[in-house]
């Protein structure tokens, strides 16, 4: 049994070096605003939360008539962590042959890229 | 009255409450705003000699921070104002997004919405951000750096910004 332990410097060093972390890290990037969009457009929250009442349901509730809203954007940012860790996951253990060829720029260009989709999504609130 | 511990109401009122995590928020949301803003500035305009005779000038010394040392602290303001802000996102929905919608601001309200989608999409972006400053001798990352750190300093000034018109609208007092 080992008796050395690293320092938090020495574990963060070990996490940037390796690359399993890289591929998590650089495709749960490009994953979560896509499926973030996704989830506020197809209205997929992994919880609804009802503030009126402190009541979760699981998955997409409406607002109950005489209980205050539904809340869907905790859920879909659930949704987003989870669905994002998953993919994130699966990929790094992938060969590091196949996921070298994932475009690092996809990290910003992915973000920005949905803004205008999210704006589109917004078009109810976009009245004069 | 949005989500409120018990135990907290032993110590202080409910305005007070409010008061006191809505300014929490404020304070932590100005400080990433520094230290993202300072950290874009200088992969935008980084620093490439030393400062002429008399002393860098006010914009030298702005954007010639050290990056990676901002780069966890960024990350844990990032999660912990978001952490305030879905917080008092209870109360905001309950009673400012309602009298909002009465009153017909739509738009301030479609603005909002879209800060809470960014406040999200950053969240996510997060983990590669970080390895990114860690490992900012790795040339490979040069290119994405920049633009994801100029990217989520966008996000942060429109996040911020918005938070501002909303309070504008129906804030404190009202």
């Known amino acids: 049994m080992s008796t050395t ?3 938090p410097a020495a574990q963060s060093s ?3 070096q390796s690359y399993a972390f890289r591929t998590f890290a650089v495709v749960f990037a490009i994953a979560a605003p896509v499926i973030y969009t996704i989830c506020e457009i197809g209205n997929l929250p992994l919880f609804t939360y009802h503030p009126g009442t402190n009541r979760v349901e699981f998955g997409f509730a409406r607002s109950v008539r005489d209980q205050g809203p539904a809340m869907h954007w905790y859920g879909w940012t659930a949704s987003t962590l989870l669905g994002s860790a998953i993919l994130g996951l699966i990929a790094a253990k992938l060969p590091e042959s196949l996921t070298r060829k994932i475009p690092l720029a996809l990290v910003w260009i992915a973000p920005l890229a949905v ?3 999210l704006i589109y999504a917004l078009r109810f609130f976009w009245r004069w | 009255m949005g989500l409120v ?8 009122n409910v305005t007070t409450y409010w008061t006191l995590l809505f300014t929490f928020h404020a304070l932590l949301a100005v400080a990433l705003l ?4 300072h950290q874009a500035a200088s992969v935008l305009m980084p620093m490439r000699q030393a400062a002429a005779a008399g002393g860098p ?5 702005f954007r010639a921070v050290h990056g990676p ?3 966890a602290a960024v990350c844990v303001l990032w999660i912990v104002t978001f952490f305030f802000g879905a917080w008092i996102y209870t109360k905001y929905r309950m009673y400012v997004r309602i009298p909002i919608e009465q009153e017909g601001f739509w738009k301030t309200q479609g603005v909002f919405e879209l800060k809470e989608h960014l406040a999200s999409i950053g969240l996510g972006l997060l983990p590669v951000y970080w390895l990114f400053w860690k490992d900012a001798r790795n040339p490979e990352y040069d290119s994405p750096r920049k633009w994801l750190t100029v990217t989520l300093a966008a996000f942060c000034w429109y996040i911020f910004l918005a938070g501002h018109i909303v309070n504008n609208v129906r804030g ?3």
């Open chain 2, 34 to 37: 520094g230290a993202l803003t």
């Open chain 2, 5 to 12: 511990p018990d135990f907290i109401l032993d110590y202080v």
């Open chain 1, 14 to 16: 070990s996490l940037v």
């Open chain 1, 5 to 7: 332990t690293q320092t």
């Open chain 2, 172 to 174: 404190f007092g009202s």
């Open chain 2, 69 to 71: 040392g901002y780069a």
């Open chain 1, 115 to 117: 803004i205008p989709v």
């Open chain 2, 57 to 61: 000038s006010f914009t030298e010394r």
